[in-house]
């Protein structure tokens, strides 16, 4: 396997990355050069230079896995990489702190005019009455946005003993109250904030979310701080309001376009600049390379990624505990397309049990994956299984139950096809996925790997043996066999797992038998 990194990155994510590929650190490229480049590559990590778009994704065809080594992936196409079934990930807690730390530097700078100060008495000025400034104690801190940096920014300023009011949509009072954060509507925040710093990625709901009526909205006395991503505050309209006197000051940390040294903002001495060092700490610069380089081996291993920006998102404590029904889900999905047949019309997954307590979307794409596995030439994988179900029009429908009569979890799947069913059921036991019941039969324990022979027949002596003895001849080694029937010598299931796969011949061979009446083969 080989990885590009195309961007800088710390010494100890590239270490990690060298332990299971060849690695090339290969900085500065032209896009034409990366497009040209990347065809011979299963990675690809990068952190803000380079972009990573859409012809670039497309030229990528041996692609598993982009990473970026930060926390925005505004300069990486994530639905082109979807399309294609690469895992995009990042690293959105490395750098939690740093930026965290640097908001508060900000908020300081900006209370005390540190910079101008600095500056002032650099040129030879002693201006004590110019730089006067204002006390945080008792003043209000708006946050927008509070996901990890927006809460760790209002733990701080809490202790600064600000009063702090927040807006975000997604998360609950409950949650807010435990921070001590005042919940309120976004021109609520705007209104009342002595101070206002914001938390929250770009996209093109967030894109300008504070223009013009935005600002006019607040205090003349108020003032802004920007260490998320540029483009959210309209850098025309802050400019404007600070140099006539409408906003008292900013502190700006990321822009529209970077790098630069020409952006209007730099151009006014009352907003306090600084070049992207949100995340520009020896600290954070190390942690966001090793959780990307981490997460980048799971991938290549066939394991899904902590911080995947395009998978279902599930917090950790889910994902340790849905993690061994991932491959469970992917072959029931698997086991029941190859089994079923006809034009699919519909198909349902049931959860029942402890699995059923949790967000089941990531459960959800693996089945879709095992569904298309042998049906698709597209990559179909964990990332693209949703998007490519829905494509394709593919019914699915999700049924949950904590009761569960035999199991603490249990999985079914079942496919309509033109009114007939096809159910496959499974949970994990010792750790193992296994299935529990085929159809009708729901007296088996299988583990659902290989190559399966599934022999309908009758319940009768010397069919098993005839089976067999055919497959000894033919050289076709047995792993296991499990037999599972309604009613002694009546209608019988024979799952038979075999070391080497099955030709044709061989399977219609085996459905000539006496007593079998049907037998299919299942590749997982």
């Known amino acids: 396997?080989?990885?590009?990194?195309?961007?800088?990155?710390?010494?100890?994510?590239?270490?990690?990355?060298?332990?299971?590929?060849?690695?090339?650190?290969?900085?500065?490229?032209?896009?034409?050069?990366?497009?040209?480049?990347?065809?011979?590559?299963?990675?690809?990590?990068?952190?803000?230079?380079?972009?990573?778009?859409?012809?670039?994704?497309?030229?990528?065809?041996?692609?598993?896995?982009?990473?970026?080594?930060?926390?925005?992936?505004?300069?990486?196409?994530?639905?082109?990489?979807?399309?294609?079934?690469?895992?995009?990930?990042?690293?959105?807690?490395?750098?939690?702190?740093?930026?965290?730390?640097?908001?508060?530097?900000?908020?300081?700078?900006?209370?005390?005019?540190?910079?101008?100060?600095?500056?002032?008495?650099?040129?030879?000025?002693?201006?004590?009455?110019?730089?006067?400034?204002?006390?945080?104690?008792?003043?209000?801190?708006?946050?927008?946005?509070?996901?990890?940096?927006?809460?760790?920014?209002?733990?701080?300023?809490?202790?600064?003993?600000?009063?702090?009011?927040?807006?975000?949509?997604?998360?609950?009072?409950?949650?807010?109250?435990?921070?001590?954060?005042?919940?309120?509507?976004?021109?609520?925040?705007?209104?009342?904030?002595?101070?206002?710093?914001?938390?929250?990625?770009?996209?093109?709901?967030?894109?300008?979310?504070?223009?013009?009526?935005?600002?006019?909205?607040?205090?003349?006395?108020?003032?802004?701080?920007?260490?998320?991503?540029?483009?959210?505050?309209?850098?025309?309209?802050?400019?404007?309001?600070v140099e006539e006197g409408r906003i008292a000051g900013a502190a700006i940390d990321v822009f529209s376009q970077e790098p630069t040294t020409d952006n209007i903002l730099i151009k006014s001495d009352k907003i306090i600049v600084t070049p992207h060092l949100g995340a520009s700490t020896e600290e954070a610069q190390v942690q966001v390379a090793v959780d990307v380089a981490e997460q980048i081996v799971e991938i290549l291993n066939g394991r899904p990624a902590r911080y995947a920006v395009n998978l279902p998102l599930v917090p950790a404590e889910t994902m340790k505990a849905l993690q061994p029904y991932l491959p469970l889900a992917e072959a029931l999905g698997a086991m029941a397309a190859q089994l079923a047949h006809g034009q699919v019309s519909g198909v349902t997954v049931t959860y029942r049990g402890e699995v059923a307590e949790h967000d089941t979307a990531l459960l959800k794409a693996a089945v879709i994956k095992g569904l298309f596995h042998a049906s698709s030439e597209d990559q179909i994988n964990l990332v693209n299984a949703t998007f490519v179900a829905r494509e394709r029009g593919l019914r699915l429908t999700e049924e949950k139950s904590t009761n569960s009569e035999n199991y603490t979890s249990l999985i079914r799947v079942a496919i309509d096809r033109q009114g007939e069913k096809t159910v496959v059921a499974g949970t994990v036991l010792r750790g193992e996925p296994r299935v529990v019941q085929i159809n009708d039969y729901d007296e088996m324990d299988i583990a659902p790997v290989g190559t399966l022979l599934l022999c309908h027949n009758t319940d009768r002596p010397g069919v098993i043996g005839r089976v067999g003895t055919l497959l000894g001849q033919r050289d076709i080694n047995i792993a296991f066999m499990s037999v599972a029937r309604d009613h002694p010598r009546g209608r019988a299931l024979m799952i038979v797992g075999v070391d080497e796969p099955i030709s044709d011949a061989v399977l219609n061979e085996v459905r000539a038998l006496d007593g079998i009446d049907d037998a299919v083969v299942v590749s997982l």
């Open 1 to 241: 396997m080989r990885i590009l990194v195309a961007d800088p990155v710390a010494e100890e994510g590239v270490q990690i990355l060298r332990g299971v590929a060849d690695v090339d650190v290969i900085t500065k490229q032209t896009p034409e050069q990366l497009i040209q480049r990347i065809p011979a590559y299963d990675a690809l990590v990068v952190r803000s230079e380079t972009k990573v778009t859409a012809p670039v994704i497309e030229a990528g065809t041996r692609l598993r896995a982009i990473g970026r080594a930060g926390v925005g992936v505004d300069n990486i196409d994530v639905e082109a990489a979807t399309r294609k079934g690469i895992t995009v990930v990042n690293a959105p807690t490395g750098n939690t702190i740093a930026a965290t730390e640097h908001t508060i530097a900000l908020l300081l700078a900006l209370a005390r005019n540190v910079p101008q100060a600095h500056m002032a008495l650099k040129q030879g000025r002693w201006d004590r009455a110019k730089f006067t400034g204002v006390e945080l104690r008792n003043k209000v801190l708006g946050v927008i946005g509070l996901g990890k940096i927006g809460s760790e920014v209002a733990r701080r300023a809490i202790g600064l003993e600000m009063r702090v009011i927040g807006y975000d949509p997604f998360v609950s009072e409950d949650h807010a109250r435990n921070l001590g954060v005042e919940v309120a509507d976004f021109d609520t925040v705007l209104r009342m904030a002595d101070f206002l710093t914001v938390h929250i990625p770009l996209s093109s709901e967030t894109r300008s979310l504070i223009g013009e009526k935005q600002l006019a909205m607040m205090k003349p006395t108020a003032r802004i701080i920007n260490v998320a991503r540029g483009g959210i505050i309209d850098e025309e309209a802050l400019y404007r309001a």
